[in-house]
């Protein structure tokens, strides 16, 4: 009878210690800005003194995404390439071209931003990032070999560089 | 189309290449050395095709500043955080502006073009 009471006191003890407690998650919201590589370029080689990001010349375009937590905070800044960061041995000048173009965007308004992007200097593209979302960039490159001239057989790395600057 | 949004979400969520860095405006503190006050930062590495970022500070017109930090090159796991402090004298606050962090990439490839990225912080 006695461990009977015994028992029961102790279960009721233990009911009552097994109360629910709040598990909080927390997060916060701050500004933010993240850069994705989505594709690293590839130059084709459509003649024998070009290499070219564009794929009607078989290269690829590289494409950097840009998320931007909250509006009005950041500026992007894509740099194309104006040389190699390696090569073979070049003794010929190398004529650069290229541009960043605003390609994929999660918000619409995002399409404007193609119109009042900043190219300063020739290869240097500011873009105002004023919407909050995702903005795909396209960036294409070009490299011109000397007049004429093949380009040395070998392995050709260039670097875009994409900057996210707090405004 | 819908099973075809969630599918290139997909693939998105598996190829996710980012580098971030917060706070966008730090907020520089006291630190423990008499003249000197520290920046908390706090880098997040999802590039799997970047192991090191470099820690750099600059002034309004993109002029490096003297800084110190445990280590300038910082390297980073995929998929990590890193808490990393910058100490600036205070006789450099005034003009410095710009913490920033930039992916070093490791030299090599095959024709391609590499992304470098770098993100900034503005100190107000």
Same mark, same amino acid.
């Given at each position: 009878m006695t461990i009977k009471k015994i028992t029961a006191v102790v279960l009721l003890l233990s009911a009552t210690s097994a109360m629910a407690t709040d598990s909080p998650i927390n997060g916060t919201v701050q500004p933010k800005c993240s850069v994705y590589t989505e594709t690293q370029g590839v130059f084709g080689n459509?003649?024998?003194n070009k290499l070219d990001t564009l794929p009607a010349s078989g290269g690829t375009k590289a494409s950097i995404r840009y998320d931007i937590?909250?509006?009005?905070?950041y500026l992007a800044r894509i740099t194309h390439p104006?040389?190699?960061?390696?090569?073979? &041995? *070049?003794n010929d000048s190398v004529a650069w071209t290229g541009s960043s173009v605003v390609g994929?965007?999660?918000?619409?308004?995002?399409?404007a931003y193609e119109a009042a992007k900043v190219i300063s200097p020739s290869n240097v593209t500011t873009f105002?990032? &004023? *919407?909050?979302g995702s903005t795909w960039f396209t960036v294409s490159s070009t490299a011109l070999y000397g007049y004429n001239k093949a380009l040395p057989a070998g392995s050709y790395t260039a670097i875009i560089k994409a900057d996210c600057i707090a405004k | 189309m819908r099973l075809y949004l969630i599918f290139v979400l997909c693939l998105f969520g598996l190829k996710s290449n980012a580098h971030e860095m917060t706070p966008t405006y730090p907020v520089l503190d006291s630190s423990y050395i008499n003249g000197v006050v520290v920046a908390k930062m706090k880098l997040f590495n999802r590039?799997?095709?970047?192991e090191y970022y470099q820690v750099e500070v600059f002034t309004e017109d993109w002029k490096p500043v003297k800084f110190a930090t445990t280590t300038r090159l910082l390297k980073v796991g995929y998929n990590k955080n890193k808490l990393f402090n910058v100490y600036i004298r205070f006789v450099d606050v005034k003009r410095t502006k710009y913490i920033c962090t930039t992916s070093k990439i490791f030299k090599g490839g095959n024709q391609e073009t590499l992304v470098s990225s770098m993100i900034c912080s503005k100190i107000k």
């Open positions: 459509p003649l024998p937590a909250q509006a009005n905070f104006n040389s190699f960061s390696s090569s073979p &041995t *070049l994929q965007v999660s918000v619409a308004a995002m399409s105002n990032m &004023t *919407l909050a | 590039r799997d095709d970047v």
